[in-house]
Nanobody
Framework: QVQLVESGGGLVQAGGSLRLSCAISGRSSSSLAIGWFRQAPGKEREFVAAISRNGARTSYADSVKGRFTSSRDNAKNTVYLQMNSLKSEDTAVYYC???????????????????WGQGTQVTVSS
């Protein structure tokens, strides 16, 4: 059973930065594609970023492209989401998700993820 634990959320002013971490246990992270999603109050969960098993491929939502970067350290079984130039509209609960795959692609579809973390709150004040 794969377990995911997010950390690094908090309160930050607009224009600031945060780095989220997703700690993976239960399986080697190198077998897992990882996605980042977020859900703001009253809104549906949306895709933010995805990273392939070895980190060679990434994909980003248009709303965060150029500001957010996902990376991973499989030796530490941890995936990161570096968030720069934060805006008030980035306020949400952020989730990491995992799926086992033999493909070296970044997976963007929510329904393809089998395992989810509990989420971490990110609040950006304007």
């Amino acid at each position: 059973q794969v377990q995911l634990v997010e950390s690094g959320g908090g309160l930050v002013q607009a224009g600031g930065s945060l780095r989220l971490s997703c700690a993976i246990s239960g399986r080697s992270s190198s077998s897992l594609a990882i996605g980042w999603f977020r859900q703001a109050p009253g809104k549906e969960r949306e895709f933010v970023a995805a990273i392939s098993r070895n980190g060679a491929r990434t994909s980003y939502a248009d709303s965060v492209k150029g500001r957010f970067t996902s990376s991973r350290d499989n030796a530490k079984n941890t995936v990161y989401l570096q968030m720069n130039s934060l805006k008030s509209e980035d306020t949400a609960v952020y989730y990491c998700a995992a799926t086992m795959t033999s493909l070296g692609t970044a997976i963007v579809a929510t329904h393809q993820y089998n395992y989810w973390g509990q989420g971490t709150q990110v609040t950006v004040s304007s």
